[in-house]
Structures are given as structure tokens and as C-alpha cells.
């Protein structure tokens, strides 16, 4: 049963436009978000992350989003780079406070020049 | 960087062989995770850490064991390795739990097992 759902696998956007990344969860219960992003033979980097107090939380070109009634968040970048060309994973801190994080599985990012 | 090494980085083995993949940690950081990452599946955990010589299970846990002696070392040992355990595997610590818990990740250890 997949607490955390990225629906879509891929996306591919040109340089310089905004790229929506989507997350859907199931658990009422989790209350703190993640982004990751990971490079090709590297391990996960922490992006930016947003409490369930909160509806959005901004870091430079990213920008993430929560919807607490639709179970849903997304993440924005604007403007892209080619140099976001990435995977992107959503967590979600596990509510019995173990500090686990559960993660969708990834939505591949290709920035255009 | 997160003080994250992971050892090997690059394995490959035969089935039914033990395999060890060791952890070390410089941040001191009481919890210490990991993690497989397969296609489609994302990122799975196996086993965790809260502290020395405690450990829990995740959700992947069959065919793995852990043990942390030490707060900078966390060993997962795949007991007899399977083709199925072909995979990525990534070390993680954080500092704490809850709300603002970040979890840092090593660079990663491909195993394939043949």
C-alpha cells in the first residue's frame, strides 16, 4: 500500500519555464513534507520541505505547495535550468515519530535548452 | 556535504554468499537508516537505527539484518544474497525525529548480485 504517490514518472519541460512536480498522499496523520532530489550515481539531496501549519514554503526558484483537504502537494520550479534535469522524490516524515520518511517513487525531471 | 561514507561503493557477488555494506558517520547523529532505491519503487527502507544497538525493522526488512555497536557505524549484511536484493543501496542519518527532521543520505552502494 503506497502511502506516497508520484503519479507521474517523467517530465519534461524547456529551459526557463516552470516545471510542476506532484505528490499525492494517503496517511491523514503526516504532518511534515519533503523534496528530494537525486543525481545520476549520487545519493539523495534534501531540497525544501513544508509543515502541514503551513500551505507553502519558498526557497529561491522552488517553491512548495501543500493541500491538506486533497492529501496533495506539488512543487514548483521557477524559472527551470537544465541543471535541474534530476529525479524528484516527496517524503513524508512517519507520524510515529521514528524519524523514517516514506517516499514516492520519483518523477524524472528533463530540462530542455 | 553530510559526513556520510559509505563502503563498498561497488559490489558484485554470487548468490547465496553473505554481503556486508558498512556506514560510518562524522555528525554524531543518533538515528541512522537504509534505504534500497529500485525503479518504480523509489526509496524503500529496510532497517533503522535509534541508537545503539537499537535497531527496528522497515518496510523491507526480510533477507537483511543490522547492527550498530558504535553511534558512527551501522552495518546492514544481506544473510544470503538473491538476485532480488540487485539494488542501490543508501545509507541515511538525521539528528532528530518529528517535525523538521531532515534525513541526509551517503553517495550510494551498487550491489548486483549474479
Known amino acids: 500500500d503506497q502511502q506516497v504517490k508520484q503519479n507521474s514518472p517523467s517530465l519534461s519541460v524547456q529551459e526557463g519555464r516552470i516545471s510542476i512536480l506532484n505528490c499525492d498522499y494517503t496517511?491523514?496523520?503526516?504532518?511534515?513534507f519533503l523534496w528530494y532530489k537525486k543525481y545520476p550515481a549520487e545519493g539523495p539531496t534534501f531540497l525544501i520541505s513544508?509543515?502541514?501549519?503551513?500551505d507553502k514554503n519558498e526557497d529561491g526558484r522552488f517553491t512548495v505547495f501543500l493541500n491538506k483537504s486533497a492529501k496533495h502537494l506539488s512543487l514548483h520550479i521557477v524559472p527551470s535550468q537544465p541543471g535541474d534535469s534530476a529525479v524528484y522524490f516527496c517524503?513524508?516524515?512517519?507520524?510515529?515519530?521514528?524519524?523514517?520518511?516514506?517516499f514516492g517513487q520519483g518523477t524524472t525531471l528533463q530540462v530542455k535548452p | 556535504d553530510a559526513g556520510i561514507t559509505q563502503s563498498p561503493r561497488h559490489k558484485v557477488t554470487e548468490t547465496g554468499t553473505p554481503v556486508t555494506l558498512r556506514c560510518h558517520q562524522t555528525?554524531?547523529?543518533?538515528?541512522m537508516y537504509w534505504y534500497r532505491q529500485d525503479p518504480g519503487h523509489g526509496l524503500r527502507l529496510i532497517h533503522y537505527?535509534?541508537?545503539?544497538?537499537?535497531?527496528d525493522k522497515g518496510e523491507v526488512s526480510d533477507g537483511y539484518s543490522v547492527s550498530r555497536s558504535k553511534t558512527e557505524d551501522f552495518l546492514l549484511t544481506l544473510e544470503s544474497a538473491t538476485s532480488s536484493q540487485t539494488s542501490v543501496y543508501f545509507c541515511?542519518?538525521?539528528?532528530?525525529?518529528?517535525?523538521?527532521?531532515?534525513?541526509?543520505f551517503g553517495e550510494g552502494s551498487w550491489l548486483t548480485v549474479v
Open positions: 541515511a542519518i538525521s539528528e532528530q525525529q518529528g517535525i523538521g527532521n531532515t534525513i541526509y
Open positions: 496517511n491523514s496523520m503526516f504532518d511534515y
Open positions: 513544508i509543515s502541514s501549519i503551513k
Open positions: 517524503a513524508a516524515s512517519d507520524p510515529s515519530n521514528t524519524g523514517k520518511l516514506i
Open positions: 555528525e554524531n547523529h543518533r538515528y
Open positions: 537505527s535509534y541508537g545503539v544497538k537499537d535497531t
